[in-house]
């Protein structure tokens, strides 16, 4: 349920956070009641209710369904010790059963992601899918391990340009932002209802990005930019524009597409060798072959590529796993 990091986090920050980042309910329950001698009290109902309905819980709400269904579990294993169920909790709950028949399966919701870093605790609140079909509407492993070397190694990327080819709903862009402080940060992506989401989870974020595509814009960090980029259409003119201003490319779970990777690495090698930039891709190794024909196609496009090593940084999200994620670091080889 927690990583090494979160271990001393006490019962009531564990189940704050766990609800936040909307991680699986039952495991979670399972949890609080072999961990707290008060979870079955009536006073700790009342608070369990009162926590859903704190400032981040409201303005970032899950799903009903996902509320509805922390309260059932919840319910269910107090059923199981015969205790007092507290009227207000199964007040909420019924309210919850009215409306959740109500709410699209598929709208898109709030996880909200706290990251420790720099001695301080931050939320980042980040718009997802239900549907983990939407692949760049949903957080990945890759990028919650960019959005660390983001986060641990911000020299990698202070006062640069940045370019972030596959943004998805924006979690490595917010972290390189904000905990990095480049010198402009454009982010891309391939659709443009993926960009609509990130920059509304860069506005929730208080980083009120300029769209280049939409012609919407809220300029108080103007270097903050988003970008329509398709790896399979790029032009000339694309690369000129995406070279123009370009120290640094970063990217996150671009490799899961054999059909791409060819794409990819030609795109990388273009825009590298004209920019003398490096590249940081994060991969999560589902499909080995995959990843080695990666390799292959940066071998032959006459790049040069190595593994960043990541055991020595801290893990700064709570669900962050890095099993059979590498970051491999890019440059051009001519």
Avoid at 86 to 107: F, N, S, T, Y
Avoid at 239 to 252: P, Q
Wanted: proline residues 5%; negative net charge.
């Amino acid at each position: 349920l927690l990583n090494s990091n979160y271990a001393m986090d006490s019962v009531w920050e564990q189940l704050l956070w766990a609800y936040r980042a909307r991680e699986p309910v039952r495991p979670l329950w399972r949890h609080v009641a072999s961990v707290s001698q008060h979870w079955t009290d009536v006073t700790f109902q009342e608070d369990v209710i009162k926590m859903m309905e704190d400032t981040l819980n409201v303005r970032y709400a899950p799903l009903l369904g996902y509320a509805r269904r922390f309260l059932k579990v919840y319910l269910e294993l107090l059923d199981e010790r015969r205790v007092d169920i507290a009227d207000i909790l199964m007040d909420r709950l019924v309210k919850l059963d009215a409306r959740v028949g109500h709410q699209e399966p598929r709208d898109l919701f709030y996880c909200i992601y706290r990251v420790r870093a720099k001695g301080s605790t931050d939320a980042i609140p980040v718009r997802v899918s239900p549907d983990f079909s939407d692949l760049g509407l949903n957080v990945w492993d890759a990028g919650l391990t960019l959005a660390e070397l983001a986060i641990h190694k911000p020299m990698i990327f202070e006062g640069k340009h940045v370019l972030e080819i596959g943004c998805g709903v924006g979690l490595t862009g917010v972290c390189v932002a904000r905990y990095a402080t480049p010198r402009t940060l454009t982010l891309t992506d391939y659709q443009p209802r993926i960009l609509s989401n990130t920059f509304a989870v860069l506005t929730a974020n208080d980083l009120h990005p300029v769209h280049l595509d939409l012609a919407v814009s809220a300029p108080v960090l103007p270097h903050v930019k988003l970008s329509l980029l398709d790896i399979e259409k790029i032009n000339e003119e694309t690369l000129c524009t995406a070279t123009r201003e370009c120290d640094v490319i970063v990217g996150a779970d671009l490799t899961y597409d054999p059909h791409l990777m060819q794409c990819l690495a030609h795109v990388l090698a273009s825009i590298l060798a004209r920019s003398h930039a490096v590249a940081y891709i994060a991969a999560k190794m589902r499909n080995e072959t995959t990843f080695l024909n990666f390799l292959h196609d940066l071998d032959t496009t006459g790049l040069h590529y190595e593994s960043i090593p990541t055991h020595d940084m801290p893990l700064a999200f709570r669900s962050s796993d890095r099993q059979d994620v590498v970051i491999l670091c890019i440059t051009w080889c001519p």
